[in-house]
């Protein structure tokens, strides 16, 4: 498969360079960010997407901040995306590594890129791993289920959920995609419909509403999404509408399964209960995309994520294998 690359070093070695996800699929068109802040909004505006993909591109950005003001640097990018907790646990790592440099402003600067350039790194073999976990539990000739997009546009790797249906491929068995398109913003089909076909996967795109009676008619034989924040019992935050497709999953017998990097398992929240919703401007949902499509004065409730709990979960699988209920991350959280 053609390898994607949402976030890497720029070529002059002097920023952080993304694909911009809010052109595809129309256009693929990378950018050049050369401040905190234009990574700030990068993650802010999803131009930048995937837990891990934004903590890798919030680790890069540290190298930009100037030497007295890493700290408040960090503290301004995890306020970007508050809910995914790869934010937060790759600034903490680039902030512990600024810690230990007792040298010159270069010897920071070169601490610190060594640092984000190991997380990028690691991201990519946590993928590689997650991808062989997964692939087992993908029968030959299965119809899977996904939702929102957790394949390499939103990892430094091949992606989570999607790294499974890339692995089964590889290894010769027929998979066929049905990508819910998840409004509002259509990740589904903007981006997951996007990678799979340049991997030449067979894939469906469905509007969120029609998976249940796709499940009913007999035509999905598994689900596999990601996730952004893990709690110790398992609990899982993701995409808004991965919650209901986990009660009519459950509803119809239909294996549901989550893949994620250890780095998303947060032992700190004990369950979803704790876990903090990021809500987004209501202008994603009244004119996404140029159009309106509801009432401009209509109030508008717009959370990017929901909580599956524990029980709807089939198995979780992560870069140390599968696991499967009773849960207890504390140990593996990173």
């Given at each position: ?23 595809l699929p129309a256009r ?22 995937g837990a891990p993909a ?120 027929k998979v066929h995609v ?157």
């Amino acid at each position: 498969m053609d390898v994607i690359e949402p976030v890497r070093w720029s070529d002059d070695g002097a920023g952080v360079r993304i694909l911009d996800q809010r052109e595809l699929p129309a256009r693929e068109v990378y950018r050049d960010l050369r401040t905190v802040e234009d990574v700030f909004a990068a993650i802010a505006t999803l131009a930048v997407r995937g837990a891990p993909a934004i903590g890798i591109a919030a680790a890069m950005a540290l190298t930009l901040a100037p030497d007295d003001q890493v700290a408040s640097a960090a503290a301004r990018l995890a306020s970007a995306r508050p809910t995914a907790v790869n934010l937060r646990w790759a600034l903490d790592r680039m902030e512990r590594a600024a810690e230990k440099v007792r040298g010159s402003p270069a010897e920071l600067r070169s601490a610190l890129r060594a640092e984000a350039t190991r997380i990028l790194e690691e991201d990519r073999e946590m993928c590689r791993r997650i991808g062989e976990h997964g692939a087992a539990l993908i029968p030959d000739g299965a119809r899977v289920l996904t939702h929102c997009n957790a394949g390499a546009l939103a990892t430094g790797g091949m992606g989570t959920a999607l790294a499974a249906v890339y692995v089964a491929a590889s290894e010769g068995r027929k998979v066929h995609v049905y990508a819910d398109e998840t409004r509002p913003l259509l990740q589904g089909s903007r981006l997951t419909a996007w990678e799979l076909t340049r991997a030449g996967i067979p894939t469906t795109v469905l509007v969120d509403s029609a998976a249940a009676s796709l499940m009913k008619a007999g035509e999905i034989d598994l689900c596999i999404v990601g996730a952004d924040r893990i709690a110790r019992n398992g609990d899982t935050a993701n995409k808004i509408g991965t919650y209901p497709l986990a009660i009519a999953a459950a509803h119809h017998g239909i294996p549901f399964y989550v893949a994620a990097p250890t780095s998303t398992f947060d032992a700190g929240t004990a369950s979803g209960e704790e876990i903090l919703i990021e809500h987004r401007g209501a202008d994603e949902v009244r004119c996404g995309f140029g159009t309106l499509t509801a009432p401009i004065d209509a109030d508008v409730y717009n959370p990017a994520f929901d909580v599956t709990p524990a029980t709807l979960i089939t198995a979780i699988v992560s870069d140390r294998g599968v696991h499967r209920a009773p849960y207890d991350f504390g140990p593996l959280a990173r």
